[in-house]
């Protein structure tokens, strides 16, 4: 069974940087392909970002240039460095574990973390 678990979130002001962590169980992320997730309130939960295991990445187009995904195999940890955060960011975080590579769907996630909050005030 994988188990994520996510940190670093935080209220932070619009441009500020945060960096979230999620710590993996040895099995979380075997052959599956580790992604963030975010969801804001009254909104579907959508695709941030996700690394496949060539290391090449995938962005959603809001927040290319801005927000880096990158993970550490040794560690089974991934991370999201999150920089010049804006209003619309805020939005609850979740790591994931994914059946595919790429844009991934919800649908198509195996294992979710049980998210972390981040609030970007104006």
């Known amino acids: 069974q994988g188990q994520l678990v996510e940190s670093g979130g935080g209220l932070v002001q619009a441009g500020d940087s945060l960096r979230l962590s999620c710590t993996a169980s040895e099995r979380a992320f075997s052959n599956l392909t580790p992604a963030w997730f975010r969801q804001a309130p009254g909104k579907e939960r959508e695709f941030v970002a996700s690394i496949s295991w060539t290391s090449r990445t995938y962005y959603r187009d809001s927040v290319k240039g801005r927000f880096t995904i990158s993970r550490d195999s040794a560690k089974n940890t991934l991370y999201l460095q999150m920089n010049s955060l804006k209003p619309e960011d805020t939005a609850v975080y979740y790591c994931?574990?994914?059946?595919?590579?790429?844009?991934?769907?919800?649908?198509?996630?195996?294992?979710w973390g049980q998210g972390i909050q981040v609030t970007v005030s104006s």
């Open positions: 994931a574990a994914g059946l595919t590579s790429g844009v991934l769907r919800p649908s198509a996630i195996r294992y």
